[in-house]
């Protein structure tokens, strides 16, 4: 059975960082694209970023989180992470991963992903 498990997630002040994994089991992970996203208590879901199939690695972003927020994946892990440097109040939520055969041009839109993990907290707070 094809699952996602996030992980990684915590309390952290402003400033400071996290690394969010996304570890596969059941499927290749390589071969699909992967996206991040959030939810913030009584906000909606939020796309974040998105990274294609290991055939091409390339990685994009919502503007809020670029310069800070870097996707990268280990195949021999089956996992992909998020690394969140600078990390701001507003970046607070719960974190998801899901996979796609691609990343859409409008990658933010969770209709174009399938399987999805359970979600990690991420609290940034001093």
């Known amino acids: 059975q094809a699952q996602l498990a996030e992980s990684g997630g915590g309390l952290v002040q402003p400033g400071g960082s996290l690394r969010l994994s996304c570890a596969a089991s059941?499927?290749?992970?390589?071969?699909?694209?992967i996206g991040w996203f959030r939810q913030a208590p009584g906000k909606e879901r939020e796309g974040v970023s998105c990274?294609?199939?290991?055939?091409?690695?390339?990685?994009y972003y919502i503007d809020s989180v670029k310069g800070r927020f870097t996707m990268s994946r280990d195949n021999g892990k089956n996992t992909v992470y998020l690394q969140m440097n600078s990390l701001k109040p507003e970046d607070t939520a719960v974190y998801y991963c899901?996979?796609?055969?691609?990343?859409?041009?409008?990658?933010?839109?969770?209709?174009?992903?399938?399987?999805w993990g359970q979600g990690t907290q991420v609290t940034v707070s001093s």
């Open positions: 899901a996979t796609s055969m691609i990343c859409p041009s409008e990658f933010t839109d969770g209709s174009y992903y399938t399987h």
């Open positions: 059941g499927f290749t992970l390589g071969r699909y694209a």
């Open positions: 990274i294609t199939d290991s055939s091409e690695d390339m990685t």
